[in-house]
């Protein structure tokens, strides 16, 4: 037997140009474009590369991207102040600064003076306890994706078990959170969890966000179960996930590539989480 493959390019695709088409309704109601600010600070190559493509994604989106680069010597006090400029900005509906911030600047106080109401990546404590709380918010991009990509092999998730592998606050407790939501049994697993094996061979849903390349092996999955690879590893072989495809491909029912799989989703979901904020803060449908 071999899982089917979802196809996370084609889905964010589908996503983009839904949101490119009521990003046109949006600014024909409105009279200007949903606006994104995206704030890097240095030169770290990763985030970089992030950061174009995010802005590229933007763009073709309809929406504008509106980019603040600083050099890596930047305070935090000018950072805050940047902050507090973009949050009074009417034209600026999401704000994202991108992590890792340098050393010596304090990541915890620029990410909380963020707007949670324009804090479309969703890491600000409030939108964590709106998630939690069940109330509307925004949602981290990632976990958000991978629970479009779960819906579209099970379109409802309800008394499924779900082991999500990995505890940060940007994936693996949204990721609990959401499924949580979703009605399935959840357990969220991490470095000292006992018989990682035998905790993952009870799901029907496997989420591993670990950042261990091949840490989870084809024998740990139930015959037939949904595997969601969030995991991005660079290796002399090329990026590779977080699930030993080759193994997990055999028993799986269906699985994500990786690459091909949960990033696509990633910056698909921003563009939604940005659509979402400038209809509510202007009020259009
Ligand atoms: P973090 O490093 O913040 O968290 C990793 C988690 O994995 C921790 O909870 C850690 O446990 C757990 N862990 C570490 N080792 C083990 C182990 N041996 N067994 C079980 N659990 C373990 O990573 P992120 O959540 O930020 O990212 C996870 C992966 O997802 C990375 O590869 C990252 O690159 C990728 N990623 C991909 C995105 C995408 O768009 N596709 C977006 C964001 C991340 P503990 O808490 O006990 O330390």
Not at 165 to 188: F, H, W, Y
Not at 222 to 247: K, Q, S, Y
């Amino acid at each position: 037997m071999s899982a089917k493959i979802i196809d996370g390019k084609a889905i964010a695709a589908d996503l983009r140009a839904r949101v490119a088409g009521e990003v046109a309704t949006f600014r024909a109601a409105a009279g200007r474009a949903p606006g994104l600010a995206v704030v890097l600070v240095g030169e770290d190559p990763a985030s970089s590369v992030y950061v174009r493509s995010k802005g590229r994604a933007t763009r073709e989106a309809g929406m504008e991207s509106i980019e603040h680069r600083l050099p890596a010597d930047t305070d935090t006090a000018t950072l805050l102040a940047l902050v507090a400029q973009l949050n009074a900005d009417a034209g600026v509906d999401g704000i994202l600064v991108q992590l890792p911030l340098p050393a010596g600047v304090d990541t915890q106080a620029v990410l909380l003076a963020i707007d949670p109401d324009k804090d479309v990546d969703g890491f600000h404590p409030v939108n964590a306890g709106r998630l939690a709380t069940g109330m509307p918010g925004f949602v981290p991009c990632t976990p958000l994706g991978c629970i479009m990509l779960l819906k579209s092999v099970h379109p409802t998730l309800s008394g499924m078990d779900a082991v999500v592998v990995g505890r940060s606050n940007i994936v693996g407790k949204p990721m609990a959170q959401l499924l949580i939501a979703e009605s399935c049994t959840v357990t969220v697993a991490h470095s000292r969890t006992r018989d990682l094996p035998a905790v993952v061979r009870r799901a029907d849903i496997v989420v591993a966000a670990v950042g261990i390349a091949g840490l989870v092996k084809g024998d740990w999955i139930r015959p037939g179960a949904t595997v969601i690879d969030v995991g991005i590893n660079r290796t002399d072989t090329g990026l590779v996930g977080d699930v030993d495809f080759a193994g997990a491909v055999q028993v799986a029912g269906a699985i994500t590539p990786v690459p091909g799989g949960v990033g696509p989703m990633t910056i698909a979901c921003l563009l939604a989480n940005t659509l979402d904020s400038a209809r509510r803060r202007e009020g259009v449908a």
